[in-house]
């Protein structure tokens, strides 16, 4: 069975940072591209970042020179790392699989304002 288990949102104010961690089990981890999507209140969920087994990353533009994503294999576990966050990051985080979008987890909330 399949589980996401995302951590690490918050509280910050805007031009602060966050780091994102999100635990996946019941794959083979190191063979799938990861994603980080988000949802925003009253939008559709959206993929935001992502990055190949072999390390290959890609960016949505609005968060491009901000966030980072990686991944650790060993840990089978993928990270966000946000700075100069904005208040239209507000929003609810989570990781999955593209194209494949097993069950969603918890995700984890991401509130920037002042």
């Known amino acids: 069975q399949v589980q996401l288990v995302e951590s690490g949102g918050g509280l910050v104010q805007p031009g602060g940072s966050l780091r994102l961690s999100c635990a996946a089990s019941?794959?083979?981890?190191?063979?799938?591209?990861m994603g980080w999507y988000r949802q925003a209140p009253g939008k559709q969920r959206e993929l935001v970042a992502s990055?190949?087994?072999?390390?290959?990353?890609n960016y949505v533009d609005s968060v491009k020179g901000r966030f980072t994503i990686s991944r650790d294999n060993a840990k089978n576990t993928v990270y966000l790392q946000m700075n100069s966050l904005k208040p239209e990051d507000t929003a609810v985080y989570y990781c999955?699989?593209?194209?494949?979008?097993?069950?969603w987890g918890q995700g984890t909330q991401v509130t920037v304002s002042s």
């Open positions: 999955n699989v593209p194209r494949i979008l097993h069950p």
């Open positions: 019941g794959i083979i981890f190191s063979i799938y591209t």
């Open positions: 990055i190949t087994s072999g390390g290959l990353t």
